[in-house]
C-alpha cells in the first residue's frame, strides 16, 4: 500500500467453525466448517439466519487463524439480498478466544448493531477495534417474525465469511507468504465406535521484518455411543510449532468428555481438558479443567443452563493456580415480541506461587430484545461485575426504526460500553 489512504488487507484462514449454542462464552466447542471458507460465496454453508432458523439459539459463526492474528473487520456473506429493515435486525456480536475447546473459554470483544450491508455484494460488514487472537466468531440471532413475514427471507443462508485488517497508506509495503494443507480421515470400526486421524500444516512467513513460523497438528478422537443416553468422546492432539527455525514448542491436548441425554428437555455434559507444553524437552506448562454442564427446557420458550467447573494449572513461572466457577443462565421467550437473557456466574481464583493470594469475581447479565411492531426495535445490555477491589456497571442500548417497510430509510441509536481486553479501561461508543 501506498500514499495517505487506507485499504483492508485480507487474512488468510486455517479452518472455519461453527455452531448453534446458546452460550457464546464457554464450550461446546465449534466444530469445523469448510464451506465457510471455500471461496464461493452462493452455496450455503449450512447455517440459517432466517426465519425458519432456529430463533431459540444463537448462531456461532467463526475463523479459527491458525496463529494469532490481528483483524478489525469482517465480512460475512450470505445468499440473497436484504431489505435494509431485515438487514438491520441483525446485532453482531464479537468474541474472541486462544482456544476453541469444549472447556475453553471467549470474551466478548466489540458489539457492532447494526452492521452495514452491502450494496453490490449480499454480505454484512462488521467492523470493531482491533484484537490480535487466533480463534474469533461473530454471534448472532436468526431473525424474527417481529421484523417481517415476507415469505422471501424465510431462508437466509451464510455462504462465506472473510476476515481483514487495515493497514495505512503510509505503511511500507507488506510482503506475506501462508501455505495451509488438511487431510482428515473417519470410520467406524463398530456400529457404536467411530475413530478419527487429522493432519494439518500451516507456514506462514512476511518481509519486512523477517519472520517465518511453521505449524504441524496431529489429532487422533474417538467417539462411543454406550446406549441411548451416554456417549462418550476422546481425542488426543500433539502440536509442533517453530518460528524463525527457533527452538520448537511442543502442545499436547487431552480430552474427554460423556454426553448424557436423559429425556428430550434434560441433558448432561461432563467434559475434562488438559495440556502439557514443552520447550527444548522441558516441561513449561500444564493446565487441567472439568466442567459439569446441565441443561434442560423448562417449558415452551424457557430453558436454563447450569455450569460447575474446577480448573488446576501450574503456570510457566512456576506455582500453581486452581479455580472454582458456577454459572447459571436462563432463556425467557414468552412471545414473538419479546426476548429475554439472564446469567449470573461466580469465580473463585487462588494462587500459590512464593506467595498465597485469592479473588472473588462476580458477574452478572441480564439481555432484553424487545420487538413492538415491524418497523421498530429496541434492545439493551445490562452488566454487573464485582471484584473484591471495584465495582463495575456497563449498560448498552440499541434502537432501529424504519418507518417505510421495504425501504431503506432507516433511523438507528446505539450506545455502548466495555472494558478493554487489556487493562481495565473503559470503551464508550
Same mark, same amino acid.
Given at each position: 500500500?501506498?500514499?495517505?489512504?487506507?485499504?483492508?488487507?485480507?487474512?488468510?484462514?486455517?479452518?472455519?467453525?461453527?455452531?448453534?449454542?446458546?452460550?457464546?462464552?464457554?464450550?461446546?466447542? &465449534?466444530? !469445523?466448517?469448510?464451506?465457510?471458507?471455500?471461496?464461493?460465496?452462493?452455496?450455503?454453508?449450512?447455517?440459517?439466519?432466517?426465519?425458519?432458523?432456529?430463533?431459540?439459539?444463537?448462531?456461532?459463526?467463526?475463523?479459527?487463524?491458525?496463529?494469532?492474528?490481528?483483524?478489525?473487520?469482517?465480512?460475512?456473506?450470505?445468499?440473497?439480498?436484504?431489505?435494509?429493515?431485515?438487514?438491520?435486525?441483525?446485532?453482531?456480536?464479537?468474541?474472541?478466544?486462544?482456544?476453541?475447546?469444549?472447556?475453553?473459554?471467549?470474551?466478548?470483544?466489540?458489539?457492532?448493531?447494526?452492521?452495514?450491508?452491502?450494496?453490490?455484494?449480499?454480505?454484512?460488514?462488521?467492523?470493531?477495534?482491533?484484537?490480535?487472537?487466533?480463534?474469533?466468531?461473530?454471534?448472532?440471532?436468526?431473525?424474527?417474525?417481529?421484523?417481517?413475514?415476507?415469505?422471501?427471507?424465510?431462508?437466509?443462508?451464510?455462504?462465506?465469511?472473510?476476515?481483514?485488517?487495515?493497514?495505512?497508506?503510509?505503511?511500507?509495503?507488506?510482503?506475506?507468504?501462508?501455505?495451509?494443507?488438511?487431510?482428515?480421515?473417519?470410520?467406524?470400526?463398530?456400529?457404536?465406535?467411530?475413530?478419527?486421524?487429522?493432519?494439518?500444516?500451516?507456514?506462514?512467513?512476511?518481509?519486512?521484518?523477517?519472520?517465518?513460523?511453521?505449524?504441524?497438528?496431529?489429532?487422533?478422537?474417538?467417539?462411543?455411543?454406550?446406549?441411548?443416553?451416554?456417549?462418550?468422546?476422546?481425542?488426543?492432539?500433539?502440536?509442533?510449532?517453530?518460528?524463525?527455525?527457533?527452538?520448537?514448542?511442543?502442545?499436547?491436548?487431552?480430552?474427554?468428555?460423556?454426553?448424557?441425554?436423559?429425556?428430550?428437555?434434560?441433558?448432561?455434559?461432563?467434559?475434562?481438558?488438559?495440556?502439557?507444553?514443552?520447550?527444548?524437552?522441558?516441561?513449561?506448562?500444564?493446565?487441567?479443567?472439568?466442567?459439569?454442564?446441565?441443561?434442560?427446557?423448562?417449558?415452551?420458550?424457557?430453558?436454563?443452563?447450569?455450569?460447575?467447573?474446577?480448573?488446576?494449572?501450574?503456570?510457566?513461572?512456576?506455582?500453581?493456580?486452581?479455580?472454582?466457577?458456577?454459572?447459571?443462565?436462563?432463556?425467557?421467550?414468552?412471545?414473538?415480541?419479546?426476548?429475554?437473557?439472564?446469567?449470573?456466574?461466580?469465580?473463585?481464583?487462588?494462587?500459590?506461587?512464593?506467595?498465597?493470594?485469592?479473588?472473588?469475581?462476580?458477574?452478572?447479565? &441480564?439481555?432484553?430484545?424487545?420487538?413492538?411492531?415491524?418497523?421498530?426495535?429496541?434492545?439493551?445490555?445490562?452488566?454487573?461485575?464485582?471484584?473484591?477491589?471495584?465495582?463495575?456497571?456497563?449498560?448498552?442500548?440499541?434502537?432501529?426504526?424504519?418507518?417505510? !417497510?421495504?425501504?431503506?430509510?432507516?433511523?438507528?441509536?446505539?450506545?455502548?460500553?466495555?472494558?478493554?481486553?487489556?487493562?481495565?479501561?473503559?470503551?464508550?461508543?
Amino acid at each position: 500500500f501506498s500514499g495517505e489512504g487506507t485499504g483492508i488487507f485480507p487474512l488468510t484462514p486455517s479452518a472455519g467453525i461453527s455452531s448453534l449454542d446458546d452460550t457464546p462464552a464457554d464450550g461446546p466447542a &465449534l466444530g !469445523p466448517n469448510f464451506a465457510l471458507i471455500d471461496g464461493n460465496r452462493q452455496v450455503s454453508a449450512g447455517i440459517d439466519l432466517g426465519l425458519d432458523g432456529d430463533q431459540t439459539t444463537l448462531a456461532n459463526i467463526g475463523i479459527d487463524f491458525g496463529f494469532p492474528a490481528t483483524v478489525d473487520t469482517i465480512h460475512l456473506y450470505v445468499d440473497r439480498a436484504l431489505i435494509s429493515t431485515v438487514a438491520g435486525s441483525f446485532s453482531w456480536d464479537i468474541y474472541v478466544s486462544s482456544e476453541n475447546t469444549d472447556t475453553g473459554t471467549w470474551t466478548l470483544h466489540a458489539t457492532v448493531f447494526p452492521a452495514p450491508f452491502g450494496v453490490f455484494e449480499n454480505r454484512f460488514e462488521i467492523s470493531f477495534p482491533s484484537v490480535e487472537t487466533q480463534f474469533i466468531k461473530v454471534v448472532t440471532r436468526p431473525l424474527t417474525s417481529a421484523v417481517t413475514l415476507d415469505p422471501a427471507f424465510r431462508n437466509i443462508f451464510v455462504t462465506e465469511i472473510e476476515t481483514f485488517f487495515t493497514v495505512s497508506g503510509k505503511e511500507k509495503r507488506l510482503t506475506t507468504e501462508e501455505h495451509t494443507y488438511n487431510l482428515a480421515l473417519r470410520g467406524k470400526v463398530s456400529e457404536k465406535t467411530t475413530l478419527g486421524y487429522a493432519l494439518s500444516f500451516r507456514y506462514e512467513s512476511s518481509e519486512p521484518p523477517s519472520f517465518q513460523r511453521t505449524r504441524w497438528n496431529n489429532t487422533v478422537d474417538a467417539v462411543h455411543k454406550f446406549n441411548k443416553v451416554f456417549t462418550g468422546t476422546t481425542s488426543f492432539t500433539r502440536e509442533d510449532e517453530s518460528e524463525n527455525n527457533d527452538e520448537d514448542t511442543v502442545r499436547y491436548e487431552y480430552t474427554a468428555s460423556v454426553r448424557a441425554v436423559y429425556l428430550e428437555t434434560l441433558r448432561q455434559r461432563l467434559a475434562y481438558r488438559g495440556t502439557y507444553v514443552e520447550e527444548e524437552d522441558f516441561r513449561t506448562e500444564q493446565t487441567n479443567s472439568i466442567n459439569l454442564r446441565t441443561s434442560a427446557d423448562l417449558y415452551e420458550g424457557w430453558s436454563a443452563f447450569l455450569d460447575l467447573g474446577y480448573n488446576w494449572d501450574k503456570p510457566a513461572d512456576g506455582g500453581r493456580k486452581t479455580s472454582i466457577i458456577g454459572r447459571i443462565g436462563s432463556d425467557l421467550i414468552p412471545n414473538q415480541k419479546l426476548h429475554i437473557t439472564l446469567d449470573y456466574q461466580v469465580t473463585e481464583t487462588e494462587e500459590e506461587n512464593g506467595e498465597e493470594s485469592s479473588e472473588l469475581v462476580q458477574r452478572g447479565d &441480564l439481555l432484553i430484545f424487545f420487538i413492538p411492531t415491524y418497523t421498530l426495535s429496541f434492545s439493551g445490555r445490562w452488566t454487573l461485575q464485582d471484584r473484591e477491589d471495584s465495582t463495575d456497571f456497563f449498560q448498552n442500548y440499541s434502537a432501529s426504526w424504519n418507518p417505510f !417497510p421495504g425501504g431503506d430509510f432507516q433511523l438507528l441509536f446505539f450506545y455502548n460500553e466495555r472494558l478493554r481486553t487489556s487493562g481495565n479501561e473503559r470503551d464508550t461508543t
